[in-house]
């Protein structure tokens, strides 16, 4: 089974800032990790799929890179409606995310 | 707009079976593979079933095989997870998603507590 590791699991930063989560696979994905959203009680909100494509409706500051085992989710500015917590999928072989990342601002 | 609406969670005792389902709106269902996955609270994300187009290939992470079946529908557009032999571990917040690759839209969630 192919394992996640997310970092950080806790991020505080200010608005306007740019910041960035970590997500490690235990092998090869390829190009298929994806990035969600979550709000306090909500569904999770897909942000960006295999790698770096923007979902529908996502603003412009979220961005992916990455390949094969390291991937990175940035947003270049932060803004007070991105307090939420993300987390990582891989969905090479089965879904499996991360563990998350509560993102704060300061 | 896709929509999906999911149903049947509630209060079980260990041991006992409940079904949930999921009715979908704003898009072809019958061209998507769906999944379920699920919440623990104030836990993680967890992959549950993903299913095919037609119904015929499901997926299964090891917890809940042999425990879990997913199926669907698609006259009726709608996506169902049979969920016997029930633990406390399996209380969680479950979601549907279609699953076009990657699962891309989600419903609110069901409320799903295992508990005597």
């Known amino acids: 089974d192919i394992q996640m590791t997310q970092s950080p699991s806790f991020l505080s930063a200010s608005v306007g800032d740019r910041v960035t989560i970590n997500c490690k696979a235990s092998?090869?994905?390829?190009?298929?990790l994806d990035w969600y959203q979550q709000k306090l009680g909500e569904a999770p909100k897909l942000l960006i799929y295999n790698t770096n494509s923007l979902h529908t409706g996502i603003p412009s500051r979220f961005s992916g890179s990455g390949s094969g085992t390291d991937f990175t989710l940035t947003i270049s500015s932060l803004q007070p409606e991105d307090v939420a917590t993300y987390f990582c999928l891989q969905h090479n072989s089965g879904l499996t995310f991360g563990s998350g990342t509560k993102l704060e601002i300061k | 707009e896709v929509q999906l609406v999911e149903s049947g969670g509630g209060l079980v005792q260990p041991g006992r079976s409940l079904k949930l389902s999921c009715a979908a709106s704003g898009f072809t269902f019958s061209n998507y593979y769906m999944a379920w996955v699920r919440q623990a609270p104030k836990k993680g994300l967890e992959w549950v079933a993903t299913?095919?187009?037609?119904?015929?290939?499901?997926y299964y992470p090891d917890s809940v095989k042999g425990r879990f079946t997913i199926s669907r529908d698609n006259a009726k557009s709608s996506l169902y997870l049979q969920m016997n032999s029930l633990k406390s571990e399996d209380t969680a917040t479950y979601y549907c998603?279609?699953?076009?690759?990657?699962?891309?839209?989600w419903g609110q969630g069901v409320m799903v507590t295992v508990s005597s």
């Open positions: 299913i095919s187009t037609s119904g015929s290939r499901t």
């Open positions: 998603a279609r699953q076009g690759g990657a699962p891309d839209y």
């Open positions: 092998q090869n994905i390829n190009k298929y």
